[in-house]
Nanobody, 127 residues
Framework: QVQLVESGGGLVQAGGSLRLSCAAS??????????MGWFRQAPGKEREFVAA????????RYTDSVKGRFTISRDNAKNTVYLQMNSLKPEDSAVYYC??????????????????WGQGTQVTVSS
């Protein structure tokens, strides 16, 4: 089993920045060799893809609405994945989740393609 714990969420004004972290524990060897992703879910909406990264960190993917503002990265030595969020907008407000993909490559942007999930961290952007 793998446990994922997200942190770094909070309340920020529009235009501000936050850095989310996702720390893996348990069978971390499973995490370090798989792609990882970040998703978010706002109240009353479905969980949506935000960003993904391959196991090496050499490939990344972003949803269009965050391109140029968010950056996903990882430190396999620390079993941690990060999401740097800049120029935040009120529409970025949601609970953010990290998840483990099923291959070493770049995971797809579909919820069903991920296995282990964290409990989420709340991000609120005020206007």
């Amino acid at each position: 089993q793998v446990q994922l714990v997200e942190s770094g969420g909070g309340l920020v004004q529009a235009g501000g920045s936050l850095r989310l972290s996702c720390a893996a524990s348990g069978r971390t060897s499973s995490v370090s060799v798989y792609g990882m992703g970040w998703f978010r879910q706002a109240p009353g909406k479905e969980r949506e893809f935000v960003a993904a990264i391959s196991w090496s960190g050499g490939s990344t993917r972003y949803t269009d609405s965050v391109k140029g503002r968010f950056t996903i990265s990882r430190d396999n030595a620390k079993n941690t994945v990060y999401l740097q969020m800049n120029s935040l907008k009120p529409e970025d407000s949601a609970v953010y989740y990290c998840a483990v993909g099923r291959t070493i490559g770049l995971p797809p942007a579909r919820v069903a393609e991920y296995d282990y999930w964290g409990q989420g961290t709340q991000v609120t952007v005020s206007s």
